[in-house]
């Protein structure tokens, strides 16, 4: 039986794995060891997985945890790749320093694009690789054009059904097999995580629950703009009739960014608790049973709404999306399927009248939203689903979701929406652009 070796970045990934294990998604095996890796900017002072709240619940699944971090120390697990002629150096180095002398080795990774994982599979090149899902981002296409010699090697995409119905498109050019981790193990294992304790003693019975991403960091935002936006959840939650409001920041944000929201929240008559120590958003479901949960496209908006049933609104969607860039950015497929399937905070009809996606509801429109947005994000990539952006892009462009799409970008694919071929000059045509300059000066 072979040597498992399962990397996570995140408690909630952790999560998922212990799930998988619990449920025998991955086959028996002679040893089971889980590399934590820390990905913060400061590594170093920043709390690793396995020092997270709850950690000591999933760690009975492994025979052992080890830290990627120290291994690589002083390197950085996010940008640090072997040089190819060192691989084999590195693979004797680990097979010494985790005692796996000539065994078989699997490799169960997020992230194939990027390191840590990559640089795993690079430096096991004979280890069979399964990916699994850890959020909503991994529904988007692969990022990069991988190295057939790695794209090959997985044999599954491991995913929560969180959008029921929903396959995600990352590997599918290599034709690997989509499998779902079951929800009721996940749920199973989030039961067994330790509640928040005192900080939640003195919350009244179901608040309206904001939950903050730390966006500026991700340069989706600045961090005026990213204060704003917790400020218009309070606002928004308030206008609901929610005056008893939690707020879990997201765990690598400075206390600072949920000062403006204390302030507003005490200002408009609501009372907010701000719960500063890193628990996952799932643990305050079970404990709180929130009547609301608010955020902007967080992971957490759809465990809330498909796995526990709980009301959520987004908000500021479609402002991000306007301004994303580049074109191919991996948040393109989590904002564009938060804004398609969950209510705007900003309209309580919507709010109050919204239930969960369901699966035929998500394959009539979503998942052509999916492939089209995929596509126009990676071509080359996902050239075999052309027709299929095509066709919804000729039925289903409309102002709703002219949003997830760019003129520009359209027209360099040649899809529906863009500008005609005969018309393809003009937005190279000096003459024409001079003309619009000066009808913009007349306008104004």
Not at 118 to 124: D, E, G, K, N
Not at 312 to 332: E, H, M, Q
Not at 339 to 367: K, Q
Request: aromatic share 6%; net charge neutral; hydrophobic share 45%.
């Amino acid at each position: 039986m072979p040597t498992q070796i399962f990397l996570a970045s995140t408690l909630y990934g952790a999560a998922t794995l212990a799930a998988g294990v619990d449920a025998g998604v991955f086959p028996p095996s002679a040893r089971r060891i889980l590399l934590t890796s820390t990905h913060a900017v400061t590594a170093e002072v920043s709390a690793g997985v396995a020092d997270m709240p709850g950690f000591d619940a999933l760690r009975p699944r492994f025979d052992e945890v080890l830290d990627w971090n120290r291994v690589i120390e002083p390197q950085h697990p996010s940008t640090w790749n072997p040089r190819p002629e060192d691989v084999p150096l590195w693979e004797r180095q680990l097979r010494a320093l985790w005692d796996l002398g000539g065994d078989r080795v699997e490799l169960i990774v997020e992230s194939l694009q990027v390191p840590p994982a990559q640089a795993l599979c690079r430096i096991f090149p004979g280890a069979a690789v399964d990916v699994y899902a850890d959020g909503l981002m991994s529904y988007g296409p692969t990022r990069v054009r991988l190295d057939p010699q790695l794209g090959m090697r997985v044999r599954r995409v491991l995913h929560l059904d969180l959008v029921p119905g929903l396959e995600p498109l990352l590997l599918t050019e290599f034709g690997v097999r989509v499998e779902l981790v079951p929800s009721e193990a996940f749920l199973k294992v989030l039961a067994e995580l330790p509640q928040p304790d005192t900080a939640l003693d003195a919350v009244g019975e179901s608040p309206a629950l904001l939950l903050g991403q730390y966006l500026s960091a991700l340069d989706l935002m600045t961090p005026d703009q990213e204060e704003e936006l917790h400020v218009s959840m309070v606002r928004g939650a308030h206008a609901l009739g929610h005056t008893e409001l939690v707020f879990k920041p997201h765990p690598s944000a400075p206390a600072a960014y949920s000062r403006r929201a204390e302030e507003e929240a005490e200002r408009i008559g609501a009372r907010m608790t701000v719960i500063d120590t890193p628990f996952l958003a799932e643990t305050l479901y079970q404990r709180l049973r929130p009547a609301l949960v608010v955020g902007c496209f967080s992971t957490g908006l759809l465990t809330a709404a498909t796995l526990y049933g709980l009301p959520v609104a987004r908000t500021g969607t479609d402002a991000i999306l306007a301004r994303l860039t580049p074109y191919p950015n991996s948040n393109r497929v989590p904002l564009a399927l938060v804004d398609a399937l969950l209510p705007d905070l900003a309209d309580a009809d919507a709010v109050r009248t919204w239930t969960p996606p369901t699966p035929e509801r998500v394959r009539a429109e979503p998942a052509g939203l999916l492939t089209a947005v995929g596509f126009t994000m990676q071509p080359q990539i996902l050239a075999a689903r052309r027709p299929m952006a095509e066709a919804y892009l000729s039925r289903h462009l409309t102002d709703r979701t002219w949003r997830y799409f760019t003129r520009r970008r359209l027209t360099a694919l040649g899809l529906p929406g863009g500008i005609p071929a005969r018309l393809s000059f003009l937005p190279r045509s000096r003459a024409v652009r001079r003309v619009a300059r000066r009808l913009r000066r007349v306008l104004r």
